[in-house]
C-alpha cells in the first residue's frame, strides 16, 4: 500500500518543452562537470545558448579547454572557460568558485546489457570525489546530478555534503527530465497531438521499474491509452527508453542529445525560479518526504522551483490502480538503491 501523504492533489506540470524562455536578464554561473563527453559538450552548446547564463565554465578531465574555446566563439553573451585538472585556468576548483548551479554528467554510460546500477562501481567515486570539491568550493550552488545511477549518485552526493557540514536538500537535484521528455514525446505520439500540449509527471526514480510515468495525469491525452496492452506498451516504452537508445548506438554508449536537452530545460527552469518567476515547476528526484515512511527518502515527484531551490514539493495526486501497483514496484528498489549509495560512502568516505 502507497503512503497515504504522497497522495494528495498533484499540481500541472507545465511543459518540458519550452526551452529558455526568459523576460528578464540574471547572472547565472554555471559549471559543466563532464563537459568533454556525449552529454557535456551538447549540454554546454545549450547553455551557452541560454541568455539566463552569464559564465559558463566546463570541466573535465580530458579536453575541456578545446571544447570551451569552441563554444566560446558563439556570439552570445556567456563567458566560457574551459578547465583541465593541471591547466593554467586553474583546476576544478577555479571552475567551481562562485559557481550557481553545477551540472555533473561525468561518468561511465552504459553499454548493451548493462544496468545503471552496473555503472555504480566506476561512477560512484567520481562523483564523490566531484561533489567533495563542490561542498568545499560553492557549498551554496544547486548541484544537479545526471551521472548514473542517478537513484544512487545523488544519495551519494548528499552523504558527501552532509559530512563537511553544507548539506542542504533544497538545493540538490537527480536530472529526471528526460523521463518527463520521452513520456511527453511518446504519449503525444499516440495521441495525435503536439509534445508541447503533452505533460506527463514522471515520478520515483531514474531507472527501469523505479520509472513510474502518470499517464492518467496527462490531461486530454491521457484518454488516448486505455489499461491493456497499448497502456502497457506505453509505460514499458518510458520505463526502458534508455534502453532503446542503448542499444541503437550499438556500444558507443547512451543518449547524449535528448539529454543535454533535457539538462538545459532542467538548468533554465532553475535559473527562472532563482530569478523570481513564480509557479516554475519540473519533475526532479530530491529528498522527499513522500515515501520517506518506507525507506525511499529520495523520490521524483513535482517540485515547485523558488530562489533556493526545491520550494515546494508536491505529493504524486491522484493515481489510477495501475499507477498505484507501478509505485508499488518502485519503492523497494528505490530504496535499495539509496542504501546502496549512502552505504558506500560511508565505507569509502
Ligand atoms: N540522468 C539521465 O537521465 C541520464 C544520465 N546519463 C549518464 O550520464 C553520464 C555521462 O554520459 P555520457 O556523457 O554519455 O558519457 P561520456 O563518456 O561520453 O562522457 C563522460 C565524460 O565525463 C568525463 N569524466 C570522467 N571522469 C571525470 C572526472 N573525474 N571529472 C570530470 N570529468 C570526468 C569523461 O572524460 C567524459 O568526457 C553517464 O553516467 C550516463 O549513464 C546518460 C543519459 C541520461
Ligand atoms: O539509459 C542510460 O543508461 C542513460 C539514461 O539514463 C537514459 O537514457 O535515461
Not at 518543452?17 to 552529454?39: E, Y
Request: aromatic share 4%; glycine share 10%.
Amino acid at each position: 500500500m502507497i503512503g497515504r501523504t504522497a497522495l494528495r492533489t498533484a499540481a500541472p506540470l507545465r511543459s518540458a518543452s519550452r526551452l529558455f524562455s526568459s523576460s528578464a536578464s540574471q547572472n547565472s554561473a554555471v559549471a559543466v562537470l563532464g563537459a568533454s563527453g556525449g552529454i557535456g559538450q551538447p549540454l554546454s552548446l545549450l547553455l551557452k545558448n541560454d541568455p539566463l547564463v552569464t559564465s559558463l565554465r566546463l570541466f573535465d578531465v580530458r579536453l575541456a579547454p578545446g571544447v570551451a574555446a569552441d563554444i566560446s566563439h558563439v556570439n552570445t553573451p556567456a563567458i566560457t572557460t574551459g578547465y583541465s585538472p593541471d591547466g593554467p585556468e586553474g583546476g576544478l576548483e577555479k571552475a567551481l568558485e562562485g559557481a550557481d548551479i553545477i551540472v555533473i554528467p561525468a561518468g561511465v554510460p552504459r553499454k548493451p546489457g548493462m544496468t545503471r546500477d552496473d555503472l555504480f562501481n566506476t561512477n560512484a567515486s567520481i562523483v564523490r570525489d566531484l561533489a567533495k570539491t563542490a561542498a568545499k568550493v560553492a557549498p551554496k550552488a544547486h548541484l544537479l546530478v545526471i551521472s548514473n545511477p542517478v537513484n544512487s549518485t545523488v544519495p551519494i552526493v548528499a552523504e558527501v555534503f552532509k559530512k563537511a557540514g553544507v548539506y542542504d536538500p533544497k538545493r540538490l537535484f537527480g536530472v529526471t527530465t528526460l523521463d518527463v521528455t520521452r513520456a511527453s514525446t511518446f504519449l503525444s505520439g499516440i495521441a495525435g497531438l503536439k509534445p508541447s500540449d503533452v505533460v506527463v509527471p514522471v515520478v520515483g526514480g531514474h531507472s527501469g521499474v523505479t520509472i513510474v510515468p502518470l499517464l492518467s495525469q496527462a490531461g486530454p491525452a491521457a484518454k488516448s491509452v486505455q489499461p491493456g496492452e497499448q497502456y502497457e506498451k506505453l509505460v514499458h516504452r518510458i520505463q526502458f527508453g534508455g534502453d532503446e537508445v542503448v542499444k541503437a548506438k550499438d556500444g558507443a554508449g547512451s543518449a547524449t542529445l535528448s539529454m543535454a536537452y533535457a539538462g538545459a530545460v532542467f538548468a533554465n527552469a532553475l535559473m527562472r525560479a532563482a530569478k523570481g518567476e513564480s509557479g516554475v515547476k519540473e519533475c526532479s528526484y530530491v529528498e522527499s518526504p513522500l515515501y520517506k515512511d518506507q525507506g525511499a527518502t529520495f523520490f521524483a515527484s513535482p517540485i515547485t522551483l523558488g530562489a533556493e531551490g526545491v520550494k515546494e514539493i508536491h505529493p504524486v495526486g491522484n493515481v489510477s490502480a495501475e499507477e498505484e501497483k507501478l509505485l508499488e514496484a518502485a519503492i523497494p528498489e528505490l530504496k535499495k538503491n539509496i542504501e546502496k549509495g549512502v552505504a558506500w560512502v560511508a565505507e569509502n568516505p
